[in-house]
């Protein structure tokens, strides 16, 4: 069994890098990518304390893009290497981004009469804190009564305090992670469209941009999803990828390796795949 996108507290996970391999390492995984938004900071750690024992660490990162004007992921794995100096470099640039919403977000909350600090958001979210810090913030603070009604009211692309951010498009992103040797998926396909359609039609035209995968299996599919996509996959000549998105306390439904109520257990065969480039040739 392996998990192909996590995240820690490097960006809005609850565990540290050392307590998420611990934890894939007690889960009986084989294999762990650490997929941290806009940042590789989790991976650097945990593949530098040497604890992982016998399971594999994959680098990955989740990239925020815009695509057709609205908010889409991408995940870029870096399966056989590490990602290059120019990558590293443009990551930068998006994390200087997220820290500028971050003080807009701040100032914007302040003017709506909410009580919190800058301070307060990088205390608990670290390095690169990003919304669910601030839900939670709101809802200690009995602003709120659960992370998804601040998120609702507050801080989703419909909230009224919401401040967007300067995001890459896809096709820039897709070409920088090919560029640096990396594998690109689409992460959470049903978030994009739940209309099989309109999903292909994108998925279509994410391909002629570079696209090389799809996450088949998430926690949020159920098993009608997980056959539409790897059908749709199948044709397209994508490869599949899959993983729970664990965040840890602040998802408590989704476990690591097995996601929600145990719909996940991906093979390894998947990563192995990965590797030796099936699915790339589409069946149009």
């Given at each position: ?98 820290h500028r919403r971050n003080r ?151 476990e690591l390796g097995t996601g ?25």
């Amino acid at each position: 069994m392996i998990d192909l996108h996590s995240h820690t507290t490097e960006s809005d996970g609850t565990l540290t890098p050392q307590e998420l391999v611990e934890a894939a390492v007690k889960a009986g995984l084989e294999a762990l990518a650490i997929t941290d938004h806009d940042t590789f900071a989790g991976f650097d750690q945990a593949a530098t304390n040497g604890a992982a024992g016998a399971l594999e660490l994959i680098c990955g990162i989740e990239l925020s893009t815009k695509f057709r004007n609205r908010s889409v992921h991408l995940l870029g794995y870096f399966l056989d290497n590490r990602p290059s100096q120019e990558f590293r470099d443009w990551i930068q640039h998006l994390q200087d981004a997220r820290h500028r919403r971050n003080r807009e977000l701040v100032a914007k909350l302040q003017g709506q009469g909410f009580n919190l600090t800058l301070d307060e958001v990088y205390r608990l979210g670290g390095t690169l804190p990003g919304r669910p810090h601030f839900a939670t913030i709101l809802v200690s603070k009995g602003y709120f009564p659960s992370i998804q009604q601040a998120f609702d009211e507050c801080l989703s692309e419909t909230g009224n305090c919401y401040i967007s951010r300067d995001e890459p498009s896809f096709a820039e992103a897709v070409r920088r992670v090919n560029e640096s040797r990396g594998f690109p998926s689409l992460p959470h396909p049903i978030r994009v469209s739940r209309d099989p359609r309109v999903l292909e039609r994108y998925l279509r035209e994410m391909r002629e941009l570079g696209l090389r995968g799809i996450e088949v299996y998430h926690s949020d599919h159920s098993a009608a999803d997980t056959e539409l996509h790897r059908d749709l996959a199948t044709r397209l000549g994508l490869a599949m990828t899959g993983g729970s998105d664990f965040h840890g306390a602040i998802k408590p439904q989704i476990e690591l390796g097995t996601g929600r109520g145990g719909n996940l257990n991906i093979p390894r065969s998947v990563l192995d795949q990965l590797r030796s480039g099936i699915g790339i040739s589409a069946r149009d």
